[in-house]
């Protein structure tokens, strides 16, 4: 990110308000990592109150990418992204009335090991590495977008080096993880949450205060006369299609969240199956709200710019970033820094124990083949090491990423995600077996197919242009591979 903006805010009371704010979440730590057994990291002992998981879910859903990238791409797609998002109740519904009560039927801690039953050894490996794979790319980008903001607004005026700030970033959501996990993530989930609502709210207030808006009336008006704020695009080349973007949502939902083991995590942490179907529908009303909030906010940004001369940004990610710390109000920018370190640590700290849970479970089958004592040395060993893996993958993406981080995030999911849907979808819609063996194959030869023909789609398809619906073909391939490759008895 461009470091050349000149800071008017106070670097030392950024530092107090990250300060306070990560002493809150080490409190929170301590309260619930104080009577756990060796598995209340994994299931948060089944005692989560569902609203509780509800409303931590849409911090871990949101991140910040949602919280930068959806206002910003506003001056890029007008509204378009809202297409997505109306998909995505279709998407939560699917969930609920369909992968819920299979996970709830069969008891699972990680969610892959439906696929063991279903298939085999090879399959259910498939499908955890394929979700640890995922999740690590996806969450170190969210983190990067964060890191590299604060990095803007804090470390760069203390000329502490960006690897530093990072290292600090994941090691504090290492430490007050590690202990309580998913019991813990519940909790924090719900703080972060609220603070990272807070922070739009008032930045809608402020932006609105700044351009004479009297009333609520007024905000709306603004918006839905701009002409950004058009939602429906119907030309089926483009990759903002309505009915490419619409279905895309959906399919990106079910991956992203029903076929998640930290998504489905939060929602197995409660009580009953009813308990976890009230929590997504809730979930889901309100994601709705907040996601048109965001979108609606990346307007007022756009016409707060322009009414002042303010010169856009050639990224779009940097201008909430830009407004928020050098044209607004020292508490603007206060309740920014509050909103954006909350919307990073909310999708990061269950991100780290969904990758523990996954690899310990999945991959060490720890539960079938260790004793309760070695079971926590074991677990604190794979958290420290995803924390480390998490940190080399930012820096990595800070030297090469040069686009839309939230475009970024959806591209990765729609080409590490494509097996596991296409594995879930054969699992659940059919009752063939499959050549166990031959799945791993299978699961790389997808993305690579699909890279291919998106890549050269214009050429091949008179001009049709792959959007997020890359998914959607990876998944089907996925599922064609396991028909060939069906048990024929």
């Known amino acids: ?12 009371l950024v530092l107090f308000v990250i300060s306070c704010y990560f002493l809150l979440l080490f409190l929170i730590s301590w309260f619930t990592s104080r009577k756990v057994t060796a598995d209340t990291f994994f299931t948060g002992d089944r005692q989560s109150p569902w609203f509780l998981v509800a409303f931590g879910m849409i911090g871990a859903s949101l991140s910040g990418v949602t919280f930068i990238s959806v206002p910003g791409e506003v001056g890029n797609t007008n509204f378009y992204y809202f297409q997505v998002v109306l998909g995505y109740t279709l998407g939560y519904f699917t969930i609920a009335k369909v992968l819920l009560p299979l996970y709830y039927k069969l008891n699972l801690i990680s969610i892959y090991s439906y696929l063991e039953d279903r298939f085999g050894f090879w399959s259910y490996k498939t499908g955890a ?7 690590t790319l996806g969450s170190s980008l969210r983190v990067f977008l964060v890191a590299s903001v604060l990095q803007l607004i804090l470390f760069d005026s203390l000329g502490i080096p960006f690897w530093v700030s990072v290292l600090i970033t994941v ?8 202990r309580g996990g998913i019991k813990t993530v519940v909790w924090t989930d719900t703080l972060q949450t609220f603070f990272m609502l807070l922070a739009v709210v008032v930045s809608i207030k402020l932006v609105g205060d700044e351009l004479d808006f009297n009333g609520i009336g007024e905000y709306f008006s603004a918006a839905a006369d701009d002409s950004r704020s058009k939602i429906f695009n119907w030309d089926w080349k483009a990759g903002t299609n309505f009915f490419k973007q619409f279905i895309s949502g959906a399919f990106i939902t079910i991956v992203m969240t029903g076929l ?4 489905m995590q939060k929602n197995l942490t409660c009580k009953n199956i009813g308990e976890a179907q009230k929590n997504m529908f809730w979930f889901t009303t ?5 996601n048109l909030m965001f979108l609606g906010l990346g307007v007022m940004l756009y016409l707060y710019a322009e009414t002042k001369g303010i010169s856009i940004p050639a990224k779009t990610d940097e201008l909430f970033p830009m407004l928020a ?32 849970t996954s ?25 420290l090491v995803f924390t480390a893996i998490m940190f080399f993958a930012i820096l990595i993406f800070h030297w090469i990423n040069d686009q839309s981080v939230i475009n970024s995030v959806f591209i ?15 699992g659940l819609f059919t009752k063939m077996k499959v050549q166990d063996k031959f799945v791993p194959y299978i699961a790389v030869a997808a993305p690579l197919i699909t890279f291919a023909i998106a890549s050269n789609s214009e050429k091949l398809l008179w001009g049709y242009k792959f959007g997020f619906e890359a998914l959607i073909l990876n998944g089907l391939l996925m599922f064609l591979g396991l028909y060939l490759f069906r048990k024929k008895d």
């Open 1 to 12: 990110m461009a470091t050349h903006h000149k800071l008017i805010m106070n670097p030392q």
């Open 129 to 135: 590495f394929f979700f640890i794979l995922s999740r």
């Open 171 to 178: 090691g504090l959501i290492w430490l007050y993880t590690h």
């Open 260 to 263: 998640d083991q930290d998504m």
């Open 286 to 290: 309100i994601l709705v709200i907040v």
């Open 325 to 356: 710390t050098e044209h607004f109000s020292a508490f603007a920018g206060i309740v920014f820094v509050l909103g954006i370190t909350a919307a990073a640590y909310s999708s990061a700290d269950s991100t780290l124990t969904a990758l523990t």
């Open 359 to 383: 690899f310990c479970i999945d991959f060490l089958e720890i539960e079938r083949k260790y004793p309760a004592e070695k079971r926590v040395p074991i677990r604190k060993k794979v958290h």
């Open 412 to 426: 990765i999911a729609g080409y590490t995600y494509g097996p596991l849907l296409g594995l879930y979808a054969f």
